[in-house]
């Protein structure tokens, strides 16, 4: 069955599948999860036992997750049946992690600044709608165990037709001219051709004060709702590539805030640069102190084999003393940037059998040139086989193991193992490999997953070996474990 058909179901199809998983959360009110019950212990924090995972209220915690939208907090009535319903719909199929940029660049969404009379923005007062849809969104996902890593800047706010509306802009706004913040008031280049001094102002870069204040502001207010809850993240900027003046800058305030109130909190930057070998992301890789997990999102832009091996260098290299969770909140995988529906759903795989700490479906966008798959049915099953799969092994103690394969095809196979004990591997599209079992005594037993049916084959017995030939049982997705 090809995989351009889970993501055209009719709308029937997709209504079904939410009103069967949809559960009923309290949203409000006495409903809400006491955040003060709590401890700093129980927050979201680096895996004791493997620094290279995430626990959550103390017991280790893979992320997976799946969302339609990045600014979910700005979409309270996201298709079909609202925010609760999206969130339930997730996590019924496995996932437990949400991407949430605060962005307000989409048709209908508030911005976070109050308006005068005449409909300018004055930087000095709130929105109450954007600021209590952030709250509610952040309790929403606490209730059901989701971990939320925000991104606090994103970039395509701030140029082209975002830029016309946002309050930041002069023309938009009581509080400063063109000609005292230094910001233009069109921009009509991509953001990455960084037009924007919006990304310069602080002390030690363009020292822009007039501007910083404001954005010091919004920051304190942001962290005034967001910091006492314990299943947040922070990442700076979605795919920067300014100066790390800009992003230390910011993960220094958000780091100072935290210690201020005796909290763990842990931030990261995304850089723009596809490559992982660009020096843009050293100020991240070496940083370890203020950059306590890293986001290689970017390396979704590559595909197969290489999409591989480039994160396994920063694995095995770069992040080989001072381990720190590897995330990736969002995979490309759609077919805008020239890739397809099925090259995702082996990101997301590949991903996890590489060690990362997290992996998520990057949004739909625009259905007729996607950048991802958001939480579209393919989606589901493939979050609900994986969750399945790791269930039954234990991903925090395992490692990525390709060097057991032998007879193997560029991108045909992926070892995830705990050596001796336990050997996971997924064929991303059938193939044929040996495995090396030599490390393991007793007799082996070997389970298939059907994954795009999310079932587990019957269990086949071997004799002890010190190799086993595997073949997929048919063409298309399949994994299995070796115990």
Wanted: proline share 6%.
């Amino acid at each position: 069955m090809k995989y351009s058909f889970f993501l055209t179901l009719t709308g029937f199809l997709w209504l079904m599948l939410s009103c069967t998983n949809s559960s009923q959360h309290p949203t409000g009110g006495e409903g809400r999860t006491d955040i003060a019950s709590f401890s700093n212990e129980d927050r979201i924090t680096t895996y004791t036992q493997n620094p290279r995972y995430w626990q959550f209220k103390g017991e280790p915690v893979l992320l997976l997750g799946a969302t339609d939208q990045d600014n979910l907090f700005n979409h309270p009535d996201i298709w079909p049946f609202g925010l609760e319903s999206h969130l339930d719909l997730m996590v019924k199929n496995g996932g437990n992690y949400v991407r949430n940029t605060m962005s307000s660049r989409d048709h209908g969404n508030p911005w976070a600044f109050g308006r005068n009379d005449e409909g300018l923005y004055d930087l000095t007062t709130w929105s109450d709608e954007y600021w209590s849809r952030f709250e509610n969104f952040l309790n929403m996902a606490l209730e059901r165990g989701i971990i939320v890593q925000i991104e606090i800047w994103d970039r395509f706010d701030f140029a082209r037709d975002p830029w016309q509306l946002n309050p930041f802009n002069p023309k938009n706004n009581i509080n400063y001219t063109t000609d005292e913040s230094g910001l233009p008031e069109v921009i009509e280049t991509h953001p990455g051709q960084r037009e924007n001094p919006f990304f310069r102002t602080p002390p030690d870069f363009e020292d822009n004060p007039i501007v910083l204040d404001f954005q010091n502001a919004y920051m304190e207010k942001l962290l005034s709702i967001s910091l006492p809850y314990p299943h947040v993240l922070y990442c700076i900027s979605n795919e920067t590539n300014e100066s790390p003046l800009w992003s230390d800058y910011w993960a220094e305030l958000i780091r100072e805030r935290a210690e201020e109130s005796g909290l763990t909190v842990h931030v990261t930057e995304m850089w723009d640069a596809w490559d992982l070998s660009n020096p843009e992301h050293d100020a991240t890789f070496d940083k370890p102190e203020l950059y306590t997990y890293v986001d290689i999102s970017q390396n979704t832009h590559q595909q197969g084999q290489t999409h591989w091996d480039n994160a396994q260098q920063v694995r095995n290299e770069r992040l080989a003393d001072g381990q720190r969770p590897m995330n990736n909140v969002k995979i490309y995988g759609g077919t805008h940037h020239g890739h397809s529906f099925e090259e995702g759903t082996n990101k997301l795989w590949r991903n996890i059998f590489g060690g990362f700490a997290s992996s998520r479906f990057h949004r739909t966008s625009n259905p007729f040139n996607p950048s991802g798959i958001g939480l579209k049915p393919l989606a589901q099953i493939q979050l609900k086989s994986l969750r399945m799969f790791t269930d039954e092994m234990n991903p925090f103690a395992s490692e990525p193991a390709n060097h057991l394969l032998s007879n193997r095809e560029e991108n045909e196979a992926y070892v995830f193992a705990e050596e001796g004990s336990v050997y996971a591997v997924y064929f991303p599209n059938g193939g044929s490999v040996t495995l090396d079992t030599s490390a393991a005594s007793g007799s082996l037993t070997i389970k298939w997953m059907d994954i795009m049916n999310s079932e587990w084959q019957e269990d086949i017995l071997l004799e002890e070996s010190d190799a086993v030939e595997l073949t997929a049982p048919s063409d298309g997705p399949w994994a299995l474990l070796i115990r």
